[in-house]
């Protein structure tokens, strides 16, 4: 059962299949320009796909990287905004959210710092009761304790409320425990996708005597090979391995800039 | 109680460190058997960690024996793992304290009783 399913063509974006359970909550990871934005778009319906179809059960609420909002309406009016041009408004919801990161309603929206206008557009896309939500670089204006419980605060909505998440970053060392599905998009194609814990378990790095065979089976993801020694980042799934290799689990973020380092 | 942390530069999938810590919190004592673990959403909201991963940490713990899950009123602690009672750790860890102060005025870094150690207990080179 999916929540989000789609396959996408659009522009640099080419072929791009996958489909979401609900209750999920998806990292899209790439480099700038691999087309994150362009299959958040998509898949929100602002943008038609070229060929391929998209399909999302329930309500969607999309928070684009630049926020947009009417920059002369004080945070009051966003809410009452919210209300007004939603069929389904959960006012107490959003008013929560900015009571909890204690956002002054009687100001312009122009005069709010950049995380305060994340919290803005947060709440008036919780306000909505999305069934999914996605996020386009969320955190991007956020310092790094409000990163912190921005995320903490969006995972207990999805624990509470049964929403699906999808939301794009750059910072692959924030996800971890974070997103139970990874999503990682290289020059408009999907790289990777899977349950984070699932990759995790399955990428192995063997460290050895320089060598131009890997020492196990399994698809090598990544080698490399110094004077003396090699290194194999290998989807193998398990760290038994004979001396003189030895084998370690990688961080999410070696793994994603392996696969990366393949497809440049 | 126990206060759970994910380590973002661990490269142990999350809902196992999630499971260590459990494990940890037992053998040291600082959960007993009947103790209840915090429910899914309370380890959601103070350690932002998926409710996704909690659940599969504590589907994990039941799976190895060590909690169980009672319809509507939680997740509770069965057993300790392994037999040893945490009462039975206080000589082993005076006996081990000696043994790391022999070690470091021998020369040895931390490093070198890591590797010591886990070359005991991988029983190789004797």
Redesign the interface.
């Known amino acids: 059962m999916s929540v989000v399913a789609a396959e996408v063509w659009k522009w640099a974006v080419h072929d791009v299949s996958f489909e979401l359970p609900p ?3 998806t990292a899209l990871v790439g480099a700038n320009g691999s087309g994150k934005s362009t299959l958040l778009n998509v898949l929100a319906g602002h943008l038609p796909p070229e060929s391929g179809h998209t399909s999302i059960a329930g309500r969607v609420a999309y928070v684009p990287q630049h926020k947009p909002m009417y920059k002369n309406f004080n945070v009051a009016d966003v809410l009452q905004f919210g209300r007004r041009m939603n069929n389904v408004w959960d006012n107490e919801r959003a008013d929560e959210w900015l009571a909890r990161f204690k956002v002054p309603r009687k100001l312009p929206i122009e005069d709010l710092s950049g995380g305060q206008r994340t919290h803005v557009t947060l709440a008036l896309a919780l306000g909505s009761r999305p069934d999914v939500l996605m996020l386009d670089e969320p955190l991007s204006e956020l310092d790094p304790l409000a990163r ?1 419980k921005v ?2 605060e969006l ?2 909505e ?3 409320n049964g929403m699906t998440l999808i939301f794009s970053t750059h910072v692959v ?8 599905r990874l999503l990682l998009l290289a020059g408009g194609r999907l790289l990777l996708d899977g349950d ?2 699932e990759l ?2 399955e990428h192995v790095l063997y460290t050895g005597p320089r060598d131009s065979e890997s020492p196990v089976e399994g698809p090598v993801v990544l080698a490399k090979h110094g004077k003396t020694q090699s290194q194999y980042l290998v989807r193998s799934g398990g760290t038994q391995i004979a001396e003189p290799w030895t084998a ?5 973020e ?1 793994l994603v800039v392996a696969h990366l380092e393949r497809a440049a | 109680m126990v206060e759970f942390h ?12 999630l499971g260590q810590q459990v494990r940890e919190a037992l053998r040291l004592g600082w959960l007993q058997p009947g103790d209840r673990l915090p429910t ?2 309370d380890v ?10 909690v659940l ?1 940490a504590y589907r994990e713990l039941e799976l190895a024996g060590l909690v169980e899950a009672r319809q509507g009123s939680g997740t509770f602690v069965k057993a300790s793992p392994g037999s040893a009672a945490p009462e039975d750790f206080d000589p082993l860890r005076a006996t081990l304290a000696v043994w790391v102060t022999e070690a470091r005025s021998a020369g040895l870094e931390d490093e070198d009783i890591y590797a010591l150690l886990r070359e005991v207990l991988s029983g190789g080179a004797q």
């Open positions: 209750g999920s909550v912190r995320m903490r995972l207990t999805v624990s509470d060392a924030e996800i971890g425990g974070v997103a139970d984070t814990d995790l378990e370690r689990y990688v961080t999410l070696e | 994910v380590d973002r530069g661990s490269g142990l999938p999350a809902y196992l460190q899914v959403r959601v909201a103070t350690s932002g960690v998926n409710a996704n991963t599969k």
